[in-house]
């Protein structure tokens, strides 16, 4: 939960500082489903990084602590998957607001926007 509430926080922030960049976007002919996607994906790349990043040191220091012990790592495929998936969830679930209130601004006030 913290990191969907840390990773819609970032989003949100993405859209405040980029608000310009909306605007002209929209002025330029992109739809509000585009400025949706665009953000969404972001989030979406944004977990899915930190996921991996996670997955990885998880099997360094999975295997670094079964050599220690017992000397056999077994690589818990189902975590993996699991994990994965709930990265995808996460970010989608983490980026929907965001994306909606990128797609909702005017494109005259945000290229108004200082």
Known sequence: IGAAVGLT???LVSVTERTR???LRKALGAT???IRRQFILESLVICQTGG???ILAGLVLGNFVASYFSGAFIIPWNWIIFGVVLCIIVGLIAGLYP???AA???PVESLRHE
């Open 21 to 23: 960049e909306i605007g």
């Open 104 to 106: 909702r601004l005017d």
């Open 32 to 34: 509000p489903k585009n």
């Open 9 to 11: 926080n970032i989003m």
């Open 52 to 54: 991996a990043l996670g």
């Open 99 to 101: 994306a909606a209130k």
